[in-house]
């Protein structure tokens, strides 16, 4: 499994030492999120904060858009630096459309549920993508409580995974500590999302290994 910290979390007044740590703490992608204070009633930071940060690390950029029409930003986020680029089902009419315009970039592709959204609302494109993440908290702010009736639809991510030979990767964020992520081990999560769990603790080293066990 994988542990994506989110830089949600971080100083920002000193994010590229905040991401060399992670990183050199053991993270595996890093987790970037993208919100727009439209489709989530909170903003972020855009492409060109994560194209500042691109040069110290050559990890994954795992990049989280919380954006409604998230497609008239992909080419945007695709040349500013991101390896995966994810978008909610919800904020799009046209999600098949957005995911075979992500994959033209050369990047991978994501498709993102909420806490209110079943499984079956993506099930359609569950071929075509290489990530599928599932909120385990409503998109917006960080250091929110986990949502535990998410774990079922892990279960069922992994069991239409199986059944027919899938390639995704099933990422959960949100509220994910050191107890939430052992449920979402279990349930058949690939990379663990934390953000004010990582950056909370003094030392981040345990805090990312704390997850992986
Ligand atoms: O997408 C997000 C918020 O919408 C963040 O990735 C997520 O909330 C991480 O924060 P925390 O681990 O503190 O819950
Ligand atoms: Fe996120």
Redesign the pocket.
Known sequence: MKVAP?I??ADFSKLGDDLVDIVSNGADYI?I?M?DGNY?P?LSFGPMVMKSIRHLTDKTFDC?L?IEEPERYIKLVAESGADIISVHVEATKHIHRVIQQIKQTGTKAGVVINPGTPVEVIEAVLADVDLVLV??????????T?IPSSLNKIKQLKALREENNYNYEIEV?????EDTSKKCLEAGADVL???????SHNNRKEAIDSLRN
């Open positions: 989110s949600l979390s987790h999120d919100m989530v909170n989280h919380m909120m385990t908290v409503n998109p917006g702010f960080g250091g929110q986990f964020d949100g509220g994910i500590n999302v934390a953000g004010s769990y990582i950056f």
